[in-house]
């Protein structure tokens, strides 16, 4: 029953918005980290943002500083990526995914989560 879901994606034009969200259950967020990474057809896992768990402190990839937020809501279990500016180069699969209590590496590492949702798809295109 542990599980992370992600939702709120879709299809949206270039310089459109879309808010994702990735809700846990069956286990507290409240102690984690949580990282968003994203994948594109033919290319690797990228990391995207990062939140830690303690003061809620946000670390964004140089290419979506700017457009991307990411956010937590420990009440109800759920971290959030707020995406502006959407390019076209922004499509692939968005997944969040949770680190453990006592996390090895940089956030960036996908090795360094237990936990990974199935993915959402964001497609940006005219």
């Known amino acids: 029953q542990v599980q992370l879901v992600e939702s709120g994606g879709g299809l949206v034009q270039p310089g459109g918005s879309l808010r994702l969200s990735c809700a846990a259950s069956g286990f507290t967020l409240d102690y984690r980290a949580v990282g968003w990474f994203r994948q594109a057809p033919g290319k690797e896992r990228e990391g995207v943002s990062f939140i830690s768990s303690s003061d809620g402190t946000p670390l964004y990839a140089d290419f979506v500083k700017g457009r991307f937020t990411i956010s937590r809501d420990n009440a109800k279990n759920t971290v959030y990526l707020q995406m502006n500016s959407l390019k076209a180069e922004d499509t692939a699969v968005y997944y969040c995914?949770?680190?453990?209590?006592?996390?090895?590496?940089?956030?960036?590492?996908?090795?360094?989560?237990?936990?990974w949702g199935q993915g959402t798809q964001v497609t940006v295109s005219s």
């Open positions: 995914a949770a680190r453990p209590r006592r996390p090895r590496g940089s956030w960036t590492n996908i090795q360094s989560y237990d936990y």
